[in-house]
Structure formats: C-alpha cells, structure tokens
C-alpha cells in the first residue's frame, strides 16, 4: 500500500514537472532577458570568487599595491553589481509575470460559459494573480541565480583543490549529508506549506461569501453561527501557520551544526596543515573564507529547492486551467444578416447532472416577435444561452435554414444578437462607455443621444453633471436598476442586430417608465427577429408566437388567443397574472 502510493506521489511530481516545463514555453518568455539576468549574476559571483584571494592576502600583512587596489576595487564593484543585479531582476520578474498573467487571461476569456460556472471568481483572481505572481517570482529570481551559484560551486570546489586536497576531501565529504538532511526538510517544509495555503484559501473564500451576505446574515439572526464558522477556519489556519513556523525553526539548528562542524573542522585540521608545513597561514585563511562561500551556495541550493517546490501548486492549477477547452471561432461560414428561421430540432440539454431541455423541437420565425412563458425553471433562459452559443446541446442541434449554427464562425453569430435583461451587466467605466459597449464603428454623438432619448434615459443622464462622462462604479452600483436597465436598451438600439433577445426587459422600470419605453421598443422590434421572455403576460399578447414551456419541453405554440382556448397551462399562468378567469 505504501509503496503504490509513493508511486503514485512520483508520478504527480513527474506531471507537474512536466507542467512547469509546458508553461514556460507556452507563456512565451523574455528569454533574451532571462540569459541576460544570468550573465549578470555570473559575473557577479566571479567578482564573489576573486575576493577571498585577495582578502587572505591583505589579513597577512601582504599589502603591496596590487592586493590593497584589488581589495577596494572588488569591494566597489560587488556593492555595485549587487545594485545592478537587484535592479535588472526586478524587472525581469515584472516581465515574467505579465507574460503568464497574459497567458492565463487570454485563456480564462476564451473559455466557454461551463468554465465560469465550475469556477469561483475568487478562485479565478487567485490564478491571475497570486498562482502567477509565485512561477514568476521563481522563474525571474531562481533561475538566473541558479546558473550563478552552479558557476560559483564549481569555481569554489576548484579553488580550494589548489590549496590542499586533502584539507578539500574532508569538508566536502559533508556535502552529502548536508543535502541528505536539506533534500528531506524541503518536502516537509512544503507540505506544511501546503497545507497553510489550502487553509489560507479556503478562508479567503469563507470571507469572501460572508461578505457578500451580510444582509442575509443579519436578516435571519445567523451572526453567532457564523462568528463561530469564522473562528474555526481561523484557527485552522493558525494552526497549519504554527506547524510551518515550526518546521522552519528546525532547520536553522540542524544547518548549523553542521555548518559550525565543518568550521571546526577546518581550523583544527586546517591548523595542523600549517603546522605540518603543507599549507601557510594565507592559503589556511582563503581556505576557510571559500568554505563559508561554498555553504551559502549550498544554502541557496536549499531556498530554490524549496520555492520551486512551493510554486508547484500553482504550477499545477494553472495547468489544469490551460488545459481546459475553448470556444472555437473559426469554424465553416460566415453569416452578416439572418435570413431564414431558427430551428431547434430536438435539442436536450443539462447543467451537469441536472437535465433542463428535455428533446424540444420549435421554431422561431425570421422578422417575428416569439415570446417564450411558463413557470420558472421550465428552460426559458436555457433557449437563450443555447442561442447565443454559451453553451451546446446535449443531443439535437440548432439550424438556420439547414445549416447547424454551430458551422458559423462564432464572433459573426453572436454579432447577429443584442439583448436587454433583467439584471443588465454594467462595466465599470462611464454610461458613454457601457451604451457603446460592442458596437463595432464609431457612434457619433447624435446616435449615442437618440439611442438614450428612444429608452427614455436621457433625462436622467443630462441630470448628472457629467452627463454621457458620468462614471458608473463598479457593475453600474451609482445607478438604480430602472437606470441600469434603459442603458441596456440603448445599447440594444444602437447595437441594431437583426435578432433581439429580451429578459424581462422592463421588469425594474415603474409603470411611467415602462410606458415611456414600450413604445421605443415596439419600434426596436418591428421587422426584426425578437425572443422575449417575460412573466408580466401583457406584455406578450401582441407577439406572433408564444411557446410555452413545461418541465423543459414544449407543452404548446401559437398566438395569445389560439392558447387561450388549447392551453390550460397558459390560461392558468394568465388566471394567476390577472387574477380572474381568462376569456
């Protein structure tokens, strides 16, 4: 049992090799930049190598010019270097980071809608900024530095063998050991961590849905409960936080004994290797001065070691979200205007294991007005994303004419549709920005303003200071939903599609507004393909065709008076609208 799982552990550490591997080719890295961060600190580290030399020189009294010069002239140019080196990093990393922040939005923007709905924001704002800002940090500081300090070991290894080798043989003979113990402390060490993160994460998301439920909260008197929930993923945290702080507490002990030992070794056999007359006193001192290098590196081994193991996570998150699928654009035909009806021939769907269209078959009649009723959950908005192509059916496809919509390149079907919902998404920006939001031509100011005239926004705009330049906040929060909702429908107006989609496109209006509005959207939809749902059944009584929806199938079609006298779905969900017997 142990051995099949240490298997099973070595080849999940292969795979995420592997990812790191992948991830660095794919986010297309300044390597110009990386090789020349390298140079740098190789250069650098010779600068590093050359002191000890000069250094034992001058500490025996061997001051001639050229030792006192060399001294002062490597200590400037290490204080120097060491500037230059910091500074050329930082950028490097900067580079590095918005190369994969790149790659990870270009991939998270170009995944379908079942992506985001398996997927926290949270957790997506993790990948783009933490996960990323970790494999940069390890790629822009570590990698440069570990060709620096495999230069600098060797150099060191090479340089002590000249002064004696037998003095040489005995310190390094701990070197084994060293890594031994350091190689085992860095998987302790990043399990701790891991550990910490996971809990780290799942408190961030704890917080993150709280906050965003305090009205919730306070309306059902749940403050206790969740002041209780809030101090245990607290204290989980704290915990996995104190197990890590004392994992790293360990290593600074057991580093240093076996630091000091090889200190100790050095003097006594070193210092009987001067006595003997093997070595003097100078190469004695250099010796000792590498050996002190020489476990830095060795430490700098360990410190990589470690971040790259703890980079790994992330590594492994955002290679699972690169290898996700995404929507393909490119496809057969291209489509500028719709001329034939939309078909959906026996079309199932499911949000995973939830089935929502159950084989439905209609259709939906070029330059006519369909309304889609029946009570909430029967598939209404379903319809809708499979429309638009969010997502694909199940089983059955969608035609126009005779050709499948999904053999149309995707950016041209979707530039066939505009769309007014209820709760209308908002950018943060100004209304300017959100009204000519996907209109792909310059609007002219005297478009933008009779598009906000014809949904009875502009009053309310010429209201604010700024007017079109007013700023929104964050989703539209400085504006009411009414106001929110007449934007949408001027940029329904001024988008011009030939197919509308309509969501309870005047629910948030009062009744003046409403008013105000049907008639602009009367005009918005004459000649034009229009799909609207809607619960207040007046507003779909002048429509060409109702469908009504049941349970996700087709439970009857035809137009408000037809479905009066055959439906007895639809004469109830009237009854209940009006509240008296329909005739």
Not at 172 to 180: K, Q
Not at 417 to 425: E, H, L, R, T
Not at 488 to 506: F, G, K, P, Y
């Amino acid at each position: 049992m142990a051995s099949s799982e240490k298997k099973l552990n070595k080849q999940a550490e292969k795979g995420i090799w592997k990812s790191y591997f992948r991830l660095m080719f794919k986010a297309k890295l300044p390597w110009g930049w990386i090789i020349f961060v390298s140079a740098l600190y190789i250069f650098s580290a010779t600068i590093t190598l050359l002191f000890p030399n000069f250094a034992s020189k001058a500490a025996t009294g061997v001051l001639t010019p050229y030792v006192i010069w060399g001294t002062v002239i490597l200590i400037v140019a290490d204080v120097l270097m060491s500037g230059i080196v910091r500074f050329f990093n930082k950028l490097l990393v900067a580079k590095i980071d918005v190369s994969y922040r790149s790659l990870i939005w270009e991939r998270v923007i170009k995944s379908p809608l079942r992506f985001f709905d398996s997927m926290k924001p949270t957790t997506m704002i993790t990948r783009i900024t933490t996960d990323a800002s970790k494999i940069s940090t390890v790629l822009g500081s570590y990698l440069p530095s570990l060709a620096a300090t495999i230069y600098g070991t060797v150099g060191v290894i090479a340089v002590v063998f000249t002064y004696d080798w037998r003095l040489a043989l005995s310190v390094i003979a701990y070197i084994p050991l060293y890594l031994f113990f350091n190689m085992y402390y860095g998987k302790w060490n990043f399990r701790a961590f891991k550990e910490t993160y996971n809990r780290l994460s799942t408190l961030t998301q704890f917080l993150s849905e709280l906050l965003m439920s305090v009205p919730l909260i306070k309306t059902f008197v749940t403050e206790k409960n969740e002041d209780e929930r809030g101090h245990k993923n607290l204290q989980y945290y704290y915990k996995a936080n104190m197990r890590r702080y004392i994992i790293m507490w360990v290593e600074n002990p057991i580093n240093g004994i076996l630091s000091i030992t090889s200190d100790i070794l050095v003097i006594l056999y070193g210092g009987y290797l001067v006595k003997a007359g093997y070595i003097n006193i100078q190469e004695w001192l250099g010796f000792f001065m590498y050996i002190g290098m020489l476990w830095g590196m060795l430490g700098s081994y360990l410190m990589m070691y470690v971040e790259i193991k703890k980079s790994q996570g992330a590594t492994d998150r955002i290679a699972a979200l690169m290898d996700g699928d995404l929507e393909v654009s490119e496809r057969k035909f291209g489509i500028e205007n719709l001329k034939n009806d939309i078909v959906f021939k026996n079309v199932a769907f499911s949000y995973g294991d939830k089935p929502v269209l159950g084989h439905v078959d209609l259709t939906i009649p070029v330059g006519k007005v369909t309304a889609l009723v029946g009570p909430s959950g029967s598939g209404k908005s379903t319809l809708f994303s499979l429309l638009q192509q969010f997502y694909q059916p199940d089983a059955g496809e969608i035609l126009v004419g005779n050709t499948p919509i999904s053999d149309y390149h995707l950016t041209d079907w979707r530039n066939l549709f505009a769309g007014v919902a209820q709760d209308s998404p908002m950018l943060s920006g100004t209304i300017r920005e959100n009204i000519v939001y996907g209109v792909n031509r310059n609007v002219s100011e005297f478009e933008l303003t009779e598009a906000a005239r014809k949904a009875n926004a502009l009053e309310f705009i010429k209201g604010f200071k700024d007017g079109f330049d007013t700023y929104v906040g964050e989703a539209g929060s400085n504006l009411s939903g009414g106001q929110r909702q007449r934007i949408a429908i001027a940029r329904a107006i001024l988008r011009n599609s030939d197919i509308l989609l309509l969501d309870e496109a005047t629910a948030s209006l009062d009744s003046q507004s409403e008013k105000a509005i049907q008639e602009a959207m009367d005009q918005l939809m004459r000649g034009r393909t229009t799909i609207m749902i809607s619960h207040d059944l007046s507003n779909v009584h002048h429509a060409d065709q109702i469908i009504v929806l049941n349970g996700g199938t087709v439970d009857g079609t035809g137009t408000h008076e037809e479905l009066l006298k055959t439906n007895e779905l639809y004469r109830h969900l009237v009854q209940l609208h009006t509240g008296s017997s329909a005739s």
